[in-house]
């Protein structure tokens, strides 16, 4: 395990409940730099905010382009990156651990939707896939294990709990019930000791807030380049309305 693997795990752990990691998700070496400057200690990459900015739709991006953006994001900071590396791309274990560990990335999310037909893995055949990525990365990647159970319109946690444990059992780091509902955090909480990552999008409570229902660490998806864009197609049209650089 790198320093920067084993600072990156401690920040996940011994926080207090109104205190949460917040980890904000970079698309591109620049936005990095600014995350970095601004004083957070770690950052996580989001898939979407990055094909966004590499010209893809969300789940479209090639591999090799994902996982160099991500090497060029770790590379462009002094603070622990964590890479959203999807579906792990249909590699093979060995493959996608050594593939990740080149970027300089010290962590990744992997989920549980299968990508070739949309629809959520099998969860014991997925838990049996990470311990796989578990063996061959040992303690030198964060695992954080994806559970797409809300996001493919489950609303029964009952699934999303029995995926929790499955994957914890098989090895992950922290587990990510991506749009969970933040009333369902207490459920999800007194069923794993496991870091729980919550996405915060704008109708979200506040950080502290989700911290105390169960959330140990925050993260926005693609929401702040999103936010980002809009500001930049704010200027433009600004720019256009006065006629171009020449009236400004």
Request: net charge negative; hydrophobic share 45%; charged share 20%.
């Amino acid at each position: 395990m790198t320093a920067a693997t084993g600072a990156f795990r401690a920040l996940h752990h011994g926080r207090a409940a109104h205190d949460p990691l917040v980890l904000p998700g970079p698309w591109d070496a620049a936005s990095a730099r600014a995350f970095a400057d601004a004083g957070f200690p770690a950052l996580a990459t989001p898939s979407a905010g990055v094909s966004a900015s590499l010209g893809y739709e969300d789940g479209a991006t090639p591999a090799h382009e994902m996982l160099a953006a991500v090497a060029r994001i770790a590379r462009a900071v002094g603070v622990p990156v964590s890479a959203d590396v999807e579906d792990g791309y249909g590699l093979p274990p060995k493959e996608l651990v050594a593939r990740i560990l080149d970027t300089g990335a010290v962590g990744c999310n992997l989920e549980d939707t299968d990508h070739a037909t949309n629809t959520l893995k099998d969860p014991h055949r997925h838990a049996d896939w990470l311990a796989e990525v578990r063996a061959e990365a040992g303690d030198a990647l964060f695992l954080n294990a994806r559970v797409d159970t809300y996001l493919r319109g489950g609303s029964d946690p009952t699934e999303t709990i029995a995926r929790i444990r499955l994957y914890v059992e098989a090895g992950a780091d922290c587990v990510y019930p991506i749009l969970a509902p933040p009333e369902h955090l207490p459920l999800l909480r007194a069923a794993t000791n496991a870091p729980i990552n919550v996405v915060a999008p704008a109708t979200a409570p506040p950080v502290a807030e989700l911290g105390r229902m169960g959330a140990t660490r925050i993260t926005f998806g693609p929401g702040l380049q999103q936010r980002a864009q809009a500001h930049v197609s704010g200027l433009a049209r600004e720019l256009h309305g006065r006629g171009g650089p020449a009236n400004l």
